[in-house]
Each structure stands twice: as structure tokens, then as C-alpha cells.
């Protein structure tokens, strides 16, 4: 990847983190793409290059942070048990951790 590209995906990354920090707070309609901007530290042009609307942002913010959540899932998961109460002890623990790393998990379905 060469240093524009990097860029490129260090703005997507920082309006995603952002994005998901401030939906979860407020809901969608209490979000603007200026607050989202704002906080980003992204000028709302470049956010609009990335993401062409706030719906289309706010459906990429949640499919990335569910994809992140997913990713820390398979990776905290132990190996499968013949004891079931082993694996939903096993689950619970990688759900209640996901919700405390991962807030807008938690919050933004709510």
C-alpha cells in the first residue's frame, strides 16, 4: 500500500471510529456529518468522498464494527467442548468482554 492509500484508510478508519463513538451516543438522528467530521478530524468533504450519505455511512459503521467484534469472537474463542455449560461459560465471557472493548456493540442496536 503506498502512502496515499495509507491515508486514505487512516481517514476511513478514524470517520468509522468516530462515527461509531457518537451513533452509539446519540442514535442516528443525533448525529450530524459535521459532528462526525469534527470528531474524526477529517474535513466533511473528505468523509463524503469515503461515504456518500449518512445512511450509507451509518450501515458501513455498523457492518464494521459487527465485523470487528466477529474477528475478536472466533479469535478469543476457546476450542469446542463436549460440556455444554463449558462452552456458554466460554461464550458469555467472550460477549461480556466484546461489549466492554467494543462499546458501540452494546449500543448501537439499543
Known amino acids: 500500500m503506498n502512502v496515499r492509500d495509507q491515508r486514505r484508510e487512516d481517514s476511513r478508519q478514524a470517520v468509522l471510529v468516530a462515527a461509531a463513538d ?3 451516543k446519540n442514535g442516528y438522528n443525533g448525529v450530524a456529518l459535521d459532528d462526525i467530521a469534527a470528531a474524526s478530524g477529517v ?3 473528505n ?3 469515503h461515504f456518500t450519505s449518512k445512511k450509507q455511512l451509518w ?3 455498523v457492518d464494521w464494527i459487527f465485523a470487528r467484534t466477529d474477528a475478536y469472537f472466533s479469535e478469543a474463542r476457546s476450542e469446542p467442548t463436549a460440556d455444554p455449560w463449558e ?3 466460554d461464550y458469555a465471557r467472550s460477549y461480556f468482554e466484546v461489549c466492554r472493548r467494543f ?3 452494546m449500543l448501537i442496536p439499543l
Open 87 to 89: 462452552g456458554f461459560e
Open 47 to 49: 468523509l463524503i468522498y
Open 43 to 45: 474535513r466533511k468533504n
Open 103 to 105: 462499546p458501540p456493540y
Open 59 to 61: 450501515k458501513e459503521t
Open 22 to 24: 457518537l451513533f452509539s
